[in-house]
């Protein structure tokens, strides 16, 4: 009986780990198809749901959507300039290779993907410092920062120089980690996602803002950081997980003049120059 049980137990596992190795050669082979289905698929999500509960109802997207969706299609031109899927290429080159931390590891697959998925969730936090604190690297973030309303397309709009230095910092951080390509293509698709969520134009209950700050960063929780006032917008730098702007003391609660009191933005001066393209 006991030889029995083994045998089942070892055909189960057996099996657990053929659908789940189907299931990852699935969504590798369909990656751009799926990251292209959740892209539109939250767009469509956020976009909608600013209009049935929105924090502040004088967003304009009239003028502001042309501009932010069209910085999303420069970005991805200039990111086809380093050729497709960089960051995917960069993991299947260290996997052929050899190369990164990960593969000097033998832990379980789940909870090697997990941490990868962090720690290139760390990596994005420290570049975010960075685009604040280095002035050239500023000079390019501010575009981001200019944008003077917030919704889902916000989360979309930076400079095309800036997508190819995150990219290409990125692809770094992939060979580092030796990371695996699901947890690279799993990463990148959380990214966009919560991108788009947390510069929503969203009014969450504050018990569930409250709840979600724990794990994800809200749009309450995002909207500090792109208030006028330089101390609270080199706040919450954090775009998928809270935990950094915890971690590091970046973290505020709230703004000085409350949520709907906050101005976004920059300074005048400085979004005037913002709108000179080639000034950037």
Same mark, same amino acid.
């Given at each position: 009986m006991a030889k029995q049980d083994s045998t089942f137990k070892a055909l189960f596992f057996a099996a657990v780990r053929f659908y789940i190795s189907a299931m990852e050669n699935l969504f590798i082979q369909y990656e751009a198809t799926m990251r292209l289905a959740? =892209? $539109? &698929?939250m767009f469509a999500l956020i976009a909608g749901a600013e209009i049935i509960r929105p924090r502040?109802?004088?967003?304009? %997207? %009239? !003028? %502001?959507?042309p501009l932010n969706l069209g910085m999303v299609m420069l970005g991805s031109l200039s990111l086809?300039?380093? &050729?497709p899927l960089i960051a995917v290429s960069a993991a299947i080159w260290a996997h052929k290779h050899d190369i990164g931390l990960f593969h000097a590891l033998d832990w379980p697959h789940g909870i090697e993907i997990f941490l990868m998925v962090v720690l290139l969730d760390l990596a994005i936090y420290a570049q975010h410092v960075a685009f604040h604190k280095i002035p050239f690297l500023w000079r390019l973030h501010r575009m981001h920062h200019a944008d003077l309303s917030l919704d889902v397309t916000s989360g979309l709009r930076f400079h095309p120089l800036e997508y190819l230095l995150s990219m290409l910092i990125k692809s770094a951080v992939?060979?580092?980690l030796g990371a695996d390509l699901l947890a690279v293509i799993l990463f990148?698709?959380?990214l966009n996602a919560t991108a788009m969520f947390n510069h929503g134009n969203l009014r969450l209950p504050r018990r569930l803002d409250r709840f979600l700050r724990r794990l994800i960063v809200t749009p309450d929780f995002h909207l500090v950081h792109h208030s006028v006032t330089r101390?609270? !917008?080199?706040?919450n +730098? &954090? =775009?998928? $997980?809270?935990?950094?702007? +915890?971690? =590091?003391k970046t973290?505020?609660?709230a703004p000085d003049l409350g949520v709907d009191g906050m101005i976004i933005g920059l300074k005048p001066g400085v979004v005037k120059r913002n709108w000179a393209f080639g000034r950037l």
């Open positions: 959740a =892209f $539109l &698929g502040r109802a004088d967003v304009d %997207r %009239r !003028h %502001r959507w086809r300039a380093l &050729g992939v060979v580092a990148e698709i959380l101390d609270e !917008h080199d706040r +730098y &954090g =775009f998928n $997980l809270p935990w950094w702007d +915890y971690a =590091f973290y505020k609660a």
